[in-house]
């Protein structure tokens, strides 16, 4: 007996209207709506009219209904990927299996390594995967893992440097030592190769951060326009990095669990999967308040700050919020020259703190640094602060 069809006009017409449905959920616009299911429409005949089952609907089914020229123009595969994705998601359409090559197989373990055992999130991970992946692909890893050595490690280290920052350098060598290392715990090399790539050294108290005045920071949070979604959206996360120090990281990972509005506290996921919890300060409260009940909009993610257009999920990497503070700042016109992210109001709460005469472990545990090395840097700050009042060194009198 040969396996029935379901991939019928009419199953397909109602995972339509359901698909139209979950994108007016996601915050899409009507003319998204109708958009989607104009373009959707004539692929759901081609496929009644050929006869196709649902075992048959894929990425090939998709070309095959796109060789005409005139499909081709109106730009209809985006909008039928997302379709049949959403056809494999409701189990209409079989799940796509990809056989993946040795090469993605070790990546995936050393994800799967960061993520689980060194506790790294998920936006360390994809900034060491930049660096490693390449290194990868080059070395022929993990077929040629017994021939790795010294020379070609430096090779690719020298030939992936140049042209590059200090700052960029100094991240490949990092994400090299751990993939190095990784490879000898997971019996890719016979030796642990990662001393080969010699950390780039920079003294920690070689530049003073730069920060904001107490006045320059009232200056840019009063420049927020609290009468719009998107200005009440920016003048909380401004609270959140000038009043908490909060991390650009540690806002995006908010979910609307972490305000314990009772026990007048927020939880704070830090760095390597640290929990922290922080005094929710009535300011930082009020913002909060303003935007969930006027600004956020209803959306089934648990992130605290959503995108402002479709689909309404929560900021996706901390990026986003380094954009915001940029913003707040041209405002304000306060933008200082050069590349200036959220860590700005972190290293000014931090000046203004040491300038206040609070202790290194205080400001240590405000900003919840591992080491107090850390928090040395902003010590240089204040000695930059005496220069300008320094007296002249008395020269003594030369006799005549």
Not at 58 to 64: F, G, S, T, V
Not at 241 to 259: F, T
Not at 365 to 386: A, C, F, I, M, N
Request: glycine content about 6%.
């Amino acid at each position: 007996m040969s396996k029935p069809k379901v991939g019928t006009a009419q199953d397909l017409d109602v995972q339509m209207v359901e698909f139209v449905a979950s994108l007016a959920r996601a915050g899409y616009a009507r003319s998204t709506l109708y958009g989607n299911k104009r373009l959707i429409t004539p692929f759901i005949r081609w496929v009644r009219e050929v006869g196709l089952g649902s075992e048959n609907i894929d990425e090939a089914c998709l070309d095959a209904f796109l060789a005409c020229p005139v499909r081709r123009r109106y730009g209809h595969r985006s909008a039928l990927q997302r379709f049949v994705q959403h056809l494999r998601l409701a189990g209409v359409v079989p799940q796509l299996r990809l056989e993946l090559s040795p090469t993605e197989v070790l990546v995936k373990r050393y994800v799967a390594h960061l993520r689980e055992e060194q506790g790294l999130s998920l936006h360390s991970v994809n900034v060491y995967l930049q660096y490693v992946r390449p290194f990868v692909v080059a070395q022929g890893l993990p077929e040629n893992g017994a021939t790795l050595d010294a020379l070609g490690i430096r090779r690719h280290l020298l030939s992936q440097s140049r042209n590059r920052s200090e700052s960029v350098v100094r991240l490949l060598a990092a994400a090299l030592r751990s993939f190095l290392r990784f490879c000898y715990f997971d019996n890719i090399t016979a030796t642990n190769l990662s001393p080969v790539v010699m950390p780039v050294r920079r003294s920690q108290l070689a530049t003073v951060p730069r920060f904001l005045s107490a006045v320059e920071v009232e200056r840019v949070i009063a420049a927020s326009d609290r009468s719009t979604a998107r200005g009440c959206r920016a003048f909380a996360i401004l609270l959140l990095l000038a009043r908490l120090g909060l991390r650009a990281s540690e806002i995006i990972c908010l979910e609307l669990e972490d305000i314990r509005w009772e026990s007048g506290e927020i939880v704070i996921r830090g760095k390597g999967q640290v929990i922290d919890r922080l005094p929710l300060l009535a300011d930082v409260g009020d913002a909060l308040a303003q935007y969930l009940t006027t600004a956020r909009g209803p959306s089934r993610s648990r992130r605290v700050f959503l995108r402002r257009i479709a689909p309404r999920v929560g900021l996706s990497q901390p990026a986003d919020v380094s954009k915001i503070a940029r913003e707040a700042l041209q405002r304000a016109g306060l933008l200082p020259p050069g590349r200036v992210g959220a860590h700005i109001f972190r290293h000014s709460l931090a000046t203004r703190m040491i300038r206040s005469g609070a202790a290194l472990a205080e400001i240590s545990q405000v900003l919840r640094h591992r080491s107090l090395g850390t928090t040395e840097l902003y010590t240089k700050v204040e000695l930059e602060g005496l220069r300008g009042v320094a007296l002249p060194w008395p020269r003594a009198e030369v006799a005549r």
